[in-house]
């Protein structure tokens, strides 16, 4: 049986006083203290005897326990006057248990003498009224509202209030020509990306898609790092590298923390100016090395890279499979071909089947020669991103490439030409038909740009899952709710530099493809 609770039996035996007991709760009850304090009590002895007689120990030792004793007097004297306080609160509490406090005659009579003297000086001098505490209304209050910045200002729909909400955008020109433009919103993230003046535009029938293919590439490692070193550094600061291609831009881009922007844009020139494109297998021989416009003959260790290359092939030949089953992608791709036929802008982004089985590394050097100068080179910022500073980092990262010569193709750069025309691709398998109805829309700088933007946000997309009513506002979204003319449909404004392409996309059941159009077209 326990010798501490004596209810329980006993599990164990104190090793100092040799008692039994049943639990830790037993071994740390008042019934067991002594042997407790004497246990701790040897062990400061102990470590006292360990000290030695260093005087400053002892100093040391004994301003701890004056402390420590200070301390407990305190706690204590704390403890007495709460006791006293409690005690006192406690009898005016049991004399007031029974009394209906609405009676004032019974109320007063349950008070101490003492009570009722402190209680008429305070009627006497006025002091009563403050222990009630006075409302005021909270519509009365006088407290200024707090004042929100301008930035967050609630603003209306017209441009010039609604202006107040957007940071300004700072630009700034390096001397070799390439351009720094940020938006500085004070956030804890940011955005920097290069925006590069080279897409499947700027490529030819033989190479079309080589700029697709060297998106792919980029990422394979570089000099300095491998590819695998690349996506630890970039994960370990919680950000987020990628890429993409358009027609007329390829974009490196990364999102990170405010303060890692120096890191991500060092990582981003990096793969610009260093990119090993493939290479992995050593073969000493002379090479030509590019880091963008700055070329140079050395005695280098070069690579062949057709593994990394055959494999990045594979997967961008799958990739073009899985778009030609998006039937929106193949509809405006022939879109695009029909209405720039015979132009860059007819051509694909991924290429033909044929160009990309057969695109080289040395295809994928060349158009870097060509086209990846800082005069054709944008790098942008958002968020928390300091102008001054990426200003800077740009000058360190990219003031040292020379501006550089265009050597393209003048006709890859030259006006598109818009050509009004139809192209069908049947499939009578299909149930549904996808069709795009497009004009020639306006450039980015061209004053009809704004306007064609807000037709297209007037116009807008539907489907059949949002439903219809009078209350739409787009009339080709209640016409098709009414008659069933669409499935779906939205509207599109797709601009390049100098030309664009304004239009419709729907999908329409076939027997009703041909009213749905000329609904579309009114």
Same mark, same amino acid.
């Given at each position: 049986?326990?010798?501490?609770?004596?209810?329980?039996?006993?599990?164990?035996?104190?090793? %100092?006083?040799?008692?039994?007991?049943?639990?830790?709760?037993?071994?740390?009850?008042?019934?067991?203290?002594?042997?407790?304090?004497? +246990?701790?009590?040897?062990?400061?002895?102990? !470590?006292?005897?360990?000290?030695?007689?260093d005087?400053?120990?002892?100093?040391?030792?004994?301003?701890?326990?004056?402390?420590?004793?200070?301390? /407990?007097?305190?706690?204590? =004297?704390?403890? /007495?006057?709460? =006791?006293?306080?409690?005690?006192?609160?406690?009898?005016?509490?049991?004399?007031?248990?029974?009394?209906d406090?609405d009676?004032?005659?019974?109320?007063? @009579?349950?008070?101490?003498?003492?009570?009722?003297?402190?209680?008429?000086?305070?009627?006497?001098?006025g002091?009563?009224?403050?222990?009630?505490?006075?409302?005021?209304?909270? &519509?009365?209050d006088?407290?200024?509202?707090?004042?929100?910045?301008?930035?967050?200002?609630?603003?209306?729909?017209h441009?010039?209030?609604?202006?107040?909400?957007?940071?300004p955008?700072?630009?700034?020109?390096?001397?070799?020509?390439?351009?720094?433009?940020?938006?500085?919103?004070? =956030?804890?993230? @940011?955005?920097?990306?290069?925006?590069?003046d080279?897409?499947?535009?700027?490529?030819?029938?033989?190479?079309?898609?080589? @700029?697709?293919f060297?998106?792919?590439?980029?990422?394979?490692?570089?000099?300095?790092?491998?590819? *695998?070193?690349?996506?630890?550094?970039?994960?370990?600061?919680? @950000?987020?590298?990628?890429?993409?291609?358009?027609?007329?831009q390829? *974009? +490196?881009?990364?999102?990170?923390?405010?303060?890692?922007?120096?890191?991500?844009?060092?990582?981003?020139?990096?793969?610009?100016?260093?990119?090993?494109?493939?290479?992995? %297998?050593?073969?000493?021989?002379?090479?030509?090395?590019?880091?963008?416009?700055?070329?140079?003959?050395?005695?280098?260790?070069?690579?062949?890279?057709?593994?990394?290359?055959?494999?990045?092939?594979?997967?961008?030949?799958?990739?073009?499979?899985?778009?030609?089953?998006?039937?929106?992608?193949?509809?405006?791709?022939?879109?695009?071909?029909?209405?720039f036929?015979?132009?860059?802008?007819?051509?694909?982004?991924?290429?033909?089947?044929?160009?990309?089985?057969?695109?080289?590394?040395?295809?994928?050097?060349?158009?870097?020669?060509?086209?990846?100068?800082?005069?054709?080179?944008?790098?942008?910022?958002?968020?928390?991103?300091?102008?001054?500073?990426?200003?800077?980092?740009?000058?360190?990262? +990219?003031g040292?490439?020379?501006?550089?010569?265009?050597? $393209? /193709?003048?006709?890859?750069?030259?006006?598109?030409?818009?050509?009004?025309?139809?192209?069908?691709?049947?499939? =009578?398998?299909?149930?549904?038909?996808?069709?795009?109805? $497009?004009?020639?829309?306006?450039? &980015?700088?061209?004053? /009809?740009?704004?306007?064609?933007?807000? $037709?297209?946000?007037?116009?807008?997309? !539907?489907? %059949?899952?949002?439903?219809?009513?009078?209350?739409?506002?787009?009339k080709?979204?209640?016409?098709?709710?009414?008659?069933?003319? $669409?499935?779906? +449909?939205?509207?599109?404004?797709?601009?390049?530099?100098?030309?664009?392409?304004?239009?419709?996309?729907?999908?329409?059941?076939?027997?009703?493809?041909?009213?749905?159009?000329?609904?579309?077209?009114?």
């Open positions: 049986m326990c010798q501490l609770c004596n209810s329980i039996r006993s599990k164990y035996v104190c090793p %100092r006083c040799n008692i039994s007991y049943c639990s830790v709760s037993c071994y740390k009850s008042p019934n067991h203290s002594d042997c407790s304090e004497e +246990f701790y009590k040897g062990n400061v002895q102990e !470590w006292l005897a360990a000290e030695g007689t005087p400053e120990a002892k100093n040391e030792m004994m301003e701890i326990l004056k402390r420590i004793n200070q301390q /407990d007097d305190e706690f204590d =004297d704390c403890i /007495d006057e709460s =006791d006293g306080d409690s005690d006192e609160e406690e009898s005016l509490s049991d004399r007031l248990a029974m009394v406090l009676n004032p005659d019974e109320l007063w @009579a349950k008070l101490l003498p003492e009570e009722k003297q402190e209680f008429l000086e305070l009627i006497k001098s002091d009563v009224a403050k222990l009630v505490p006075e409302w005021e209304p909270w &519509w009365e006088k407290h200024p509202m707090p004042k929100i910045p301008k930035r967050f200002r609630a603003t209306s729909a441009l010039s209030e609604v202006l107040v909400n957007c940071p955008t700072k630009t700034t020109t390096l001397n070799n020509g390439m351009r720094i433009a940020t938006e500085d919103t004070g =956030d804890l993230t @940011a955005t920097i990306g290069l925006w590069i080279a897409g499947s535009r700027c490529e030819n029938e033989s190479n079309n898609g080589v @700029a697709h060297l998106e792919h590439m980029a990422f394979k490692g570089t000099s300095k790092r491998s590819q *695998v070193d690349l996506e630890l550094e970039v994960e370990n600061m919680g @950000a987020h590298l990628n890429a993409y291609t358009s027609r007329e390829t *974009v +490196f881009y990364a999102k990170c923390l405010k303060q890692d922007v120096p890191k991500a844009l060092e990582i981003l020139s990096d793969i610009l100016q260093n990119s090993k494109l493939g290479e992995y %297998r050593i073969m000493f021989s002379n090479y030509l090395i590019i880091s963008l416009n700055l070329c140079f003959i050395v005695h280098w260790p070069s690579c062949s890279g057709e593994n990394e290359i055959e494999r990045e092939r594979g997967v961008i030949l799958r990739e073009m499979q899985e778009v030609e089953t998006n039937l929106q992608e193949v509809v405006f791709d022939h879109l695009h071909a029909t209405a036929q015979g132009t860059p802008l007819g051509r694909t982004i991924l290429g033909p089947t044929q160009n990309i089985k057969s695109i080289s590394r040395n295809d994928l050097v060349e158009y870097i020669k060509t086209y990846y100068k800082p005069s054709r080179m944008v790098l942008a910022g958002a968020g928390g991103v300091d102008h001054n500073e990426l200003v800077k980092l740009a000058e360190q990262h +990219f040292k490439a020379e501006r550089g010569e265009i050597t $393209a /193709d003048p006709s890859l750069l030259g006006s598109i030409r818009y050509t009004g025309s139809e192209i069908r691709v049947r499939d =009578d398998a299909m149930p549904l038909a996808h069709v795009a109805i $497009a004009v020639e829309g306006a450039g &980015w700088e061209s004053a /009809d740009n704004i306007p064609l933007m807000i $037709a297209n946000t007037l116009i807008g997309a !539907w489907d %059949r899952s949002q439903g219809g009513g009078l209350n739409n506002s787009s080709l979204a209640l016409a098709c709710t009414q008659d069933n003319l $669409a499935h779906s +449909f939205q509207s599109f404004n797709t601009c390049y530099k100098d030309t664009g392409l304004w239009g419709i996309y729907l999908v329409a059941q076939t027997l009703s493809l041909d009213v749905s159009i000329t609904d579309s077209l009114r």
